[in-house]
């Protein structure tokens, strides 16, 4: 009689450890998963958070980029410019547009133009610094001076 209720008593602490063996092994998986869901959640969050801080960056860069570079639109005033500085520096010019390079992603657009100058060689030196100052990126590739004249070659970029 003792031998049976020790035999049920053995038969239920084995159960007993067979079942709580099982749920312990259930719930680390549920605590394993759960770890890899956290971590995965984490990274997703800090992969957001660098690309909104980049996003910003790259925001301010395309302002400032705009600031300085005109639209092609716009590039229709830098002849009006160029001209109103040759007036006030008392020489003559004549402005012609040349060829329209489009921008891409790792360089900005370029028209380039042509200055036919007569006037004193001091006004033309004032002329070409106060262009450089101006609103407008541009690049002088090659300069003709002879004697009250110049013929002047260069590029203004774009977006």
């Known amino acids: 009689m003792f031998t049976g209720i020790y035999l049920l008593i053995i038969l239920i602490i084995l159960g007993g450890t067979w079942w709580l063996g099982f749920d312990i092994s ?7 998963n759960n770890t890899r869901n956290l971590v995965l959640r984490s990274s997703a969050t800090e992969a957001i958070a660098f690309l909104r801080q980049s996003a910003e960056k790259a ?3 395309r302002i400032f980029i705009e600031n300085i570079l005109p639209s092609v639109d716009k590039i ?4 009006k410019e160029v001209q109103g ?10 402005f012609t547009f040349g060829e329209e390079t489009a921008a891409t992603e790792a360089a900005p657009g370029q ?4 200055l036919n100058i007569k006037g004193q060689r001091d006004n033309l030196f004032k002329f070409l610094r106060s262009l450089e100052k101006s609103r407008y990126l541009i690049e ?10 110049a013929l002047i070659y260069g590029k203004v970029f774009t977006q």
């Not at 028209?111 to 042509?114: D, H, K, M």
């Not at 002088?140 to 004249?149: A, H, K, R, T, Y």
């Open 26 to 32: 259930r719930r680390v998986a549920t605590i394993e």
């Open 59 to 61: 925001q301010s860069g």
């Open 76 to 79: 229709i005033d830098f002849p």
């Open 85 to 94: 500085l040759a007036k006030l520096n008392q020489l003559d010019l004549i």
């Open 111 to 114: 028209i380039s133009f042509n």
């Open 140 to 149: 002088f590739n090659n300069f003709n001076l002879s004697g009250d004249s």
